[in-house]
């Protein structure tokens, strides 16, 4: 499911591929670009905003994509994906960058990525100011926690994957209003700790169990009971929230009454999670700098492991 870590691991994928590369053709099937051509112009640089992908050219071009829950970019070209589902097909001096059943495609100058991004809040796996996202967090009032982690003009990157685990991990139920809670930000920063491990490493794990394979507590379809109590869980499907999206929680760790942040349970239940190296489980606060983008560390240590991702 592609979140804000998913898409800056595949941002750095697609740059450490083809940037610096020619675009020796392309074909946009997308009725207002049909026509758009970047032959000749060199891929300068690929970046993520939240769940948004950013490619920028040599032209003055940015060629902007976002993939919601069915869309995926492919560093190569996916000849078993029939082609009116290939929304867009660009050739590069060595291999391809070709985009499937992507609902969001746009073309703008670069200059312009404003009209694209910008209402987006504070970049957790990009340039992130996690003061002021606690801030914006925090002001979101009467909604619940879930809703709230979710909304990417509050804070851009959080997923489903976190707007339900994070939750869980710290006992709070994801009905919960924000209103309500006493310490938002040491929820803020475990989701944040999670996020930025899972984008330098890979896997979206968030139990530290198997943590080389993707591992949740509750949010997976087939895990009914609660792995901490044993309760049955309780589920809802996207047409049951305020919402719109899937949530799952146990009414005995979760209950609606719980309004302080368990840092406790934050702490036994991530004891062999890699995002303690980022949040302190004892106070609920980052213990290092994060306003620097995630780099992915298969890329970083040349293993190449991205590249055969996908
Ligand atoms: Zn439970």
Known sequence: MPEGD?????ADMLAARFVGQEVVGNLFRHPRYSTSDFTGATL????????HLLMRFSNGYTVHVHLRMTGAVYPRFPREIRAHRRK???EMTDGWIVA????????MRTKDERHA???LGPDICGHYDHDLAIQQLSSAGDVPISQAMLDQRVVAGFGNIYAVETPFITGINPNTFVSSLSNVEALLSIGV????TNARRGPQNTTGRNIHL?????????IRRCKVCGSDLVKR???ETAWTRRTSWCEQCQPLTNTEVDLTRAAKLLAGHPCRKIVDLKTGKLLVPVNEPVVAAALRTNEGGMKRSR
């Open 6 to 10: 998913t898409l800056r691991r595949l």
């Open 214 to 222: 993707t591992n949740h507590w509750v949010l997976s379809s087939e």
């Open 237 to 239: 499907s996207g047409r």
């Open 117 to 119: 991004v910008g209402h």
């Open 88 to 90: 867009f097909e660009i």
């Open 44 to 51: 300068t640089s690929v970046d993520s905003r939240g769940k």
């Open 193 to 196: 700790g999670l996020i930025r």
């Open 100 to 107: 499937v059943d992507i609902p969001i495609l746009g073309i």
